[in-house]
């Protein structure tokens, strides 16, 4: 019998070139501006100090959605409490879906986002396996135009910094009978961040649940939704307990493949230069980091594989000095190095315990090309104001 699940294909959106520009999508989330934002001295008190998701701009972009009438009621108003009935729907069977995507200032004052095709496409997979409504990807990224033209002081000049966008979906229909509802509301809010990491460009330690899971085969791991981030909870205090920031998650069906680290995606670095990372099996979350990198070094001529990584073997890689480095990427995690790797009778030091070159030259670019720093030849760049 096989083990290893057949690969899933990747996502596919629109590039940035193929949407319209954030100019002929204006008006489509009508603007009502808030009647009390934040004074000059607490916008400054929250550049001045930036940490992540712990800020909220002034505003955020909403749709509503009903069976019957599809969607209607766009706007960009004042970042407020939601009205919701005890009742909704999200609240008893956690019916939603999210996306993360952030917004860059560049030196001359322009704002960007990193592949907006991309998250649209993701978001609109998650809203099917949760039985939501898509949003036409126009919509969405018409939405993180509003907002951002709406609240671009908040859009942080300070290098490594900049506005976490956060789409969401939830179903607000009052019922509680189990199946899809037939009410839903979109929203986006932003946050004005720093690094995901408080420590920034520095190795983190990762404990490797074997009695957790954060999904089974035919579950939502390939969505993007609150109960998988729920499930990885408790994990994530017990490993912070031990002294680890973040938990590598293995196939429930074996216990024995590397999946992800629950909010990021994993890659090793071999001693031949070859890049790896676990193949997406439809219990991964496939990131637009990790389609970046993957894109980045296949242009640059690197062996890279898309494979099942047995927990084991990777010991037996790391110990023996074939794998040299290991690193977490995301939205939010940029590219991050792993330095250390532990579980249930092992622990070990990922190469030197410290940044490899390729990790390096991966953030680098990465960031380079988000800030505009240097060219994107791929056109993964929109101009959102
Ligand atoms: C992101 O990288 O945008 C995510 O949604 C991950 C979350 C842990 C912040």
Same mark, same amino acid.
């Given at each position: 019998?096989?083990?290893?699940?057949?690969?899933?294909?990747? %996502?596919?959106?629109?590039?940035?070139?193929?949407?319209?520009?954030?100019?002929?999508?204006?008006?489509?989330?009508? #603007?009502?501006?808030?009647?009390?934002?934040?004074?000059?001295?607490?916008?400054?008190?929250?550049?001045?100090? %930036?940490?992540?998701?712990? +800020?909220?701009?002034? #505003?955020?972009?909403?749709?509503?959605?009903?069976?019957?009438?599809?969607? #209607?009621?766009?706007?960009?108003?004042?970042?407020?409490?939601?009205?919701?009935?005890?009742?909704?729907?999200?609240? #008893?069977?956690?019916?939603?879906?999210?996306?993360?995507?952030?917004? !860059?200032?560049?030196?001359?004052?322009?704002?960007?986002?990193?592949?907006?095709?991309?998250?649209?496409?993701?978001?609109?997979?998650? +809203?099917?396996?949760?039985?939501?409504?898509?949003? &036409?990807?126009?919509?969405?990224?018409?939405?993180?135009?509003?907002?951002?033209?709406?609240?671009?002081?908040?859009? &942080?000049?300070?290098?490594?910094?900049?506005?976490?966008?956060?789409?969401?979906?939830?179903?607000?229909?009052?019922?509680?009978?189990?199946?899809?509802?037939?009410?839903?509301?979109?929203?986006?809010?932003?946050?004005?961040?720093?690094?995901?990491?408080?420590?920034?460009?520095?190795?983190?330690?990762?404990?490797?649940?074997?009695?957790?899971?954060?999904?089974? &085969?035919?579950?939502?791991?390939?969505?993007?939704?609150?109960?998988?981030?729920?499930?990885?909870?408790?994990?994530?205090?017990?490993? !912070?307990?031990?002294?680890?920031?973040?938990?590598?998650? %293995?196939?429930?069906?074996?216990?024995?493949?590397?999946?992800?680290?629950?909010?990021?995606?994993?890659?090793?670095?071999?001693?031949?230069?070859?890049?790896?990372? &676990?193949?997406?099996?439809?219990?991964?979350?496939?990131?637009?980091?990790?389609?970046?990198? %993957?894109?980045?070094?296949?242009?640059?001529?690197?062996?890279?594989?898309?494979?099942?990584?047995?927990?084991?073997?990777?010991?037996?890689?790391?110990? +023996?000095?074939?794998?040299?480095?290991?690193?977490?990427?995301?939205?939010?995690?940029?590219?991050?190095?792993?330095?250390?790797?532990?579980?249930?009778?092992?622990?070990?030091?990922?190469?030197?315990?410290?940044?490899?070159?390729?990790?390096?030259?991966?953030?680098?670019?990465?960031?380079?090309?988000?800030?505009?720093?240097?060219?994107?030849?791929?056109?993964?760049?929109?101009?959102? +104001?």
């Amino acid at each position: 019998m096989s083990t290893s699940p057949a690969p899933t294909a990747p %996502l596919t959106g629109p590039d940035a070139a193929e949407l319209p520009a954030a100019d002929a999508l204006a008006g489509r989330f009508p #603007h009502t501006p808030a009647a009390s934002p934040a004074t000059a001295q607490t916008h400054a008190e929250v550049m001045g100090s %930036l940490t992540f998701g712990v +800020a909220f701009t002034d #505003h955020m972009a909403r749709a509503r959605w009903t069976a019957d009438a599809g969607w #209607h009621d766009h706007g960009t108003v004042a970042f407020a409490p939601i009205a919701l009935s005890p009742a909704a729907a999200v609240l #008893h069977y956690g019916q939603q879906v999210f996306e993360g995507l952030k917004a !860059y200032r560049h030196a001359d004052g322009s704002v960007w986002t990193f592949r907006p095709g991309f998250n649209a496409a993701r978001f609109n997979a998650s +809203a099917r396996r949760l039985a939501l409504p898509e949003l &036409p990807a126009e919509d969405f990224v018409a939405s993180l135009a509003a907002l951002v033209a709406a609240d671009r002081r908040w859009v &942080p000049e300070t290098t490594g910094a900049s506005l976490y966008l956060r789409p969401f979906m939830i179903a607000t229909e009052p019922f509680l009978g189990v199946r899809a509802a037939r009410e839903v509301a979109y929203l986006l809010i932003a946050s004005p961040v720093g690094p995901y990491f408080t420590q920034g460009f520095t190795p983190v330690a990762i404990w490797v649940a074997a009695d957790y899971h954060r999904v089974g &085969p035919g579950g939502m791991g390939a969505a993007k939704t609150g109960g998988n981030y729920a499930a990885s909870l408790l994990p994530q205090q017990e490993a !912070y307990d031990k002294g680890f920031e973040q938990v590598c998650y %293995l196939d429930a069906a074996t216990n024995t493949y590397l999946e992800e680290l629950g909010g990021m995606n994993l890659f090793v670095v071999d001693d031949d230069g070859a890049v790896r990372t &676990p193949a997406l099996t439809g219990t991964i979350l496939e990131g637009g980091t990790r389609a970046s990198i %993957l894109d980045l070094l296949r242009a640059d001529g690197r062996e890279v594989r898309e494979e099942m990584i047995d927990l084991a073997g990777l010991l037996d890689d790391i110990r +023996a000095g074939r794998v040299r480095e290991a690193f977490a990427c995301g939205t939010a995690a940029v590219v991050t190095p792993i330095g250390r790797l532990a579980g249930e009778g092992f622990d070990v030091t990922v190469g030197d315990g410290t940044p490899g070159p390729t990790t390096t030259e991966l953030y680098t670019t990465l960031t380079d090309i988000q800030y505009g720093r240097r060219p994107d030849p791929a056109g993964w760049m929109y101009r959102l +104001a």
